[in-house]
């Protein structure tokens, strides 16, 4: 007689992502009993222009999450932060767009540091990105609206994604510590295309406030939730 069939988590990211499909086998529970399943969207160029804007409309969201639909997963998660700067209302959006056409619970990687920062009463954080100044505006904005205060920030002013991959976790590491001297309730490293997941704990251990990465969190996120619809 065989058992119950692994948990599915279907995960949406942008085409030019490298890291979470090297990060996110090391968070899944080795027992096999999650399996996880890609469907890639065209994000190459992030920034604030319009053009890098437009790779974020919803149609091709629809239609990575209908590929998802046909391996039958149990929940998708949209594992890309650009909420952070296109605001909570975006992500909503997505979020019920997805439901609505595919009938499969769904979450995201702002869901899911939100969450995270809520449990750790965060009100000061540290912000590690890769991005540029038209994206950290709106982030510090967009938390700040949130009653959240970026109190310390770190970039590095790069637009292209796979840029994002080539920082290393020592530099990532070396940004964290900065942004700790300004006495925050929680780091974030902001990004689902960098290595920050192997270091969070590490690292958080090293500076004695929380270190939330978002591929890792995201995929602990996940968890929980399909841990949850089991029961």
């Not at 090391?26 to 469907?39: E, F, Q, R």
């Not at 505006?137 to 002013?157: L, M, Q």
Request: aromatic share 4%; proline share 5%; with cysteine.
């Amino acid at each position: 007689m065989t058992g119950p069939r692994p948990k599915r988590l279907g995960m949406m990211i942008p085409s030019s992502n490298t890291v979470v499909e090297q990060e996110t086998p090391k968070l899944l529970p080795t027992d096999g009993s999650v399996t996880t399943h890609i469907s890639r969207l065209r994000i190459v160029q992030i920034s604030g222009d319009q053009e890098s804007r437009r790779q974020f409309e919803l149609d091709q969201f629809r239609v990575a999450a209908d590929l998802l639909a046909d391996a039958k997963v149990d929940l998708i998660l949209w594992n890309g932060t650009a909420a952070s700067w296109l605001g909570s209302d975006w992500d909503h959006r997505l979020i019920e767009t997805i439901v609505a056409e595919t009938g499969i619970p769904t979450t995201t990687s702002i869901v899911a540091i939100n969450d995270a920062l809520g449990r750790a009463g965060a009100k000061r954080i540290g912000l590690v990105t890769p991005y540029n100044a038209s994206l950290e505006r709106p982030i510090i904005e967009n938390y700040a609206a949130r009653g959240v205060r970026v109190a310390a920030a770190r970039r590095r002013d790069l637009t292209e994604n796979t840029a994002y991959a080539a920082i290393t976790p020592d530099e990532l590491a070396g940004m964290a510590r900065e942004v700790a001297r300004a006495d925050v309730d929680a780091i974030v490293i902001l990004c689902t295309n960098l290595a920050g997941a192997s270091i969070a704990p590490s690292l958080q251990a090293e500076l004695e406030v929380p270190v939330i990465d978002s591929v890792r969190v995201s995929i602990e996120h996940c968890l929980e939730l399909m841990s949850k619809s089991a029961h």
